[in-house]
């Protein structure tokens, strides 16, 4: 990257920080402002007042009420702003928290696949843009304000100091221009820094939270994982740290460089005021307000560098958060010319020649897969491990897109389809589905977000998938957290929260589901994995019932489950090595017939003792 592209950027950023603070709120950063404005011209004019207080006194007679009681508001606004700055500061930088991080979340929802959010590079910015972009832009404005601040008390005392010895300000210019460059390339370095620390944070905190995790605890005991993933938390933390030491040494040495420089002028001008005092060139007021403007100047350039410095790393940063909120959209939108409504399936949904893996650099997952889903049948997709099920499953709903090929619904092709309307269209269990730390009601309505309310419906839903019993005999029924993590105050009482089994949950998930049960596609993917043989049975038949006459695509390693389904699709390797019903595919002997085989031996010829 060019120093051009990077300053362009940085423009761009600081604009669309400005912009945010704004419709965040003006009212509260116009207050700021005239804070800022008030905040530096207070030691100016104290340093002023003082020098006339103290020259009036040497003179006697000559009227001294006003500059005293003006340095006496002087002090008492020094005393305020301290205090009314910061807590401007707190208020401004909430609201512009609150609309960065509904824009930023606004921007992720708006994503209407997975490629971004499974893609390992876009987690470590939106990480970053998650912890430090949404203070980005209340860092740029205290910092830029900080800077103006100390801008405007810089000129009130460079114009002071230039009155009494225009010399003067040829070192502290010069020192000041060293701290500045120093400053920046700080900054740059410590944005780079906070760049380069993000996949090892995302490491570590994934680390930490294997450790502090219930659902992963029976795992860390049983096989003491403890030592290991702490030690691998330690060594992702001591990677950070030693890159972050070796930025605070850099910050030490050029900080320190400054303040030594800074000192050793102020010296210098101390002694030089002195003689000419001695002299009789300078009144004691003169050098009362040498002394204020020197360490004015030292003070403004201060508050300048590092304001300078603040702002340019929280705007790179911010370029993390600006990459998140630009991303765009992570499917193409379908052209309006070619975009169609998604009417109800009457035909079924067919992928012709769909090849598809997740990167131009991953390898291929689904090869050239052509099959359909006849509309009113049921449809089972079988076949080993990492066939590429699940990834099917994924371009049906259209969180990918086919990398070649096509997948169409009743003829139309899904990219020509509005995928909102698209997705109301169809209810999925997917196989590693969603145990939402909410109420029992919450948990199965959220599957039909215009009936979340209607209890009528979210049990009609429950009773189908067969936990309507077990949800309604928990101490507040429905409305019952299925969740400890958010246990209240009043620990002993039973209907805070309460635990399921994993079956327990699968049915509620597959309640979910079938809270679409007006949609057109519903798919289950491996809906009975974790059900007792009776539970699985029972599920099933109800299944088949709520089937009837629906489309329906079933995937499941339990053979048994999907032998009486209209057709069966076996994948392997991504490719469809054959497709028939159960007992086509049994004589025609091929790798259907061998797993069944081999679970049907399982169950038979076991030797139990
Ligand atoms: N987000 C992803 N990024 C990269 N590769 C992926 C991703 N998801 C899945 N894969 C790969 O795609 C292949 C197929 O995975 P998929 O989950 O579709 O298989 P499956 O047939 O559902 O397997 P299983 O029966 O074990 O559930 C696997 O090799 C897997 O590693």
Redesign the pocket.
């Known amino acids: 990257m060019t120093d051009q592209d990077r300053n362009s950027g940085t423009a761009r950023s600081l604009a669309a920080a400005v912009g945010l603070a704004w419709s965040s709120g003006a009212g509260r950063l116009v207050v700021r402002v005239v804070l800022a404005v008030v905040a530096s011209a207070v030691p100016v004019a104290v340093a002023w007042l003082m020098k006339v207080v103290l020259d009036r006194l040497t003179v006697p007679d000559r009227p001294l009420m006003v500059p005293v009681l003006l340095l006496a508001a002087a002090g008492v606004a020094a005393v305020l702003l301290p205090l009314a700055i910061p807590y401007a500061d707190a208020e401004l930088r909430r609201a512009i928290d609150l609309t960065a991080r509904r824009r930023l979340y606004a921007a992720v929802a708006r994503m209407p696949g997975?490629r971004h959010l499974?893609n390992p590079r876009f987690q470590d910015r939106l990480s970053l843009a998650t912890e430090t972009g949404t203070t980005g832009p209340s860092e740029v404005v205290a910092g830029g304000l900080g800077g103006v601040q100390g801008l405007l008390m810089l000129a009130g005392f460079v114009a002071t100091l230039a009155v009494l010895n225009p010399w003067m300000l040829v070192p502290v210019a010069m020192a000041g221009l060293v701290a500045m460059n120093g400053q920046l390339r700080l900054s740059r370095y410590r944005a780079r820094l906070h760049g380069g620390l993000g996949h090892a944070t995302r490491r570590e905190f994934f680390y930490a939270q294997l450790l502090n995790s219930p659902s992963a605890a029976k795992e860390v005991r049983l096989y003491g994982l403890g030592g290991l993933f702490g030690a691998r938390m330690l060594a992702e933390l001591r990677w950070s740290n030693a890159r972050r030491r070796q930025m605070d040494r850099r910050e030490l040495v050029v900080q320190g460089l400054h303040g030594a420089v800074g000192a050793l002028v102020a010296g210098a001008g101390l002694v030089w005021a002195v003689h000419a005092a001695r002299a009789g060139r300078l009144t004691v007021g003169d050098v009362s307000m040498f002394v204020a403007a020197v360490a004015g100047v030292q003070d403004g350039l201060t508050i300048v560098i590092s304001s300078v410095g603040r702002t340019h790393e929280a705007l790179l940063l911010f370029g993390h958060y600006r990459y998140v909120v630009d991303a765009g959209p992570d499917l193409p939108e379908p052209p309006p010319a070619t975009r169609r409504p998604v009417r109800p399936l009457r035909k079924g949904v067919e992928l012709r020649d769909v090849w598809f893996r997740?990167?131009d650099d991953?390898?291929w997952?689904l090869r050239g897969v052509t099959m359909t889903i006849p509309a009113g049948r049921a449809t089972a997709l079988v076949?080993?491990?990492?066939?590429?099920?699940?990834?099917?499953?994924?371009l049906l709903c259209r969180f990918y897109d086919p990398t070649r090929g096509a997948v169409l619904w009743d003829g139309v092709d899904l990219r020509d389809l509005p995928v909102d309307e698209l997705r109301l269209r169809i209810g999925t269990v997917f196989?590693d589905y969603m145990a939402y730390e909410l109420s029992a009601a919450d948990n199965i309505g959220l599957g039909n977000l215009t009936e979340l309310d209607e209890r009528d419906r979210v049990v009609a839903a429950a009773r189908r998938a067969g936990i309507h019993d077990t949800l309604a005999a928990l101490p507040r029924g429905y409305d019952t957290m299925l969740s400890r993590a958010f246990e209240s105050p009043e620990h002993d009482d039973p209907g805070t929260g309460v635990m399921l089994s994993g079956g327990q949950w699968q049915r509620v998930a597959l309640a979910r589901a079938l809270m679409r049960d007006r949609t057109d596609l519903l798919i289950l993917?491996?809906p009975s994995s974790g059900l007792d043989a009776e539970a699985e049975a029972e599920v099933h038949q109800r299944l088949r019932e709520h089937r009837a006459g629906r489309t329906g695509l079933l995937?499941s390693?339990r053979l048994s489950a999907v032998r009486d389904a209209d057709a069966i699709v076996v994948?392997s390797e991504?490719a469809v090595v054959e497709q028939g019903d159960h007992d086509g595919l049994l004589s025609a002997g091929g790798l259907y017939a061998r797993l069944f085989g081999l679970q049907a031996a399982g169950y038979r010829d076991r030797a139990w003792p």
């Open positions: 997975l499974e997740y990167g991953l390898p997952v076949g080993p491990n990492g066939s590429g099920k699940s990834t099917l499953v994924k196989q993917d491996e995937i390693h994948l991504g």
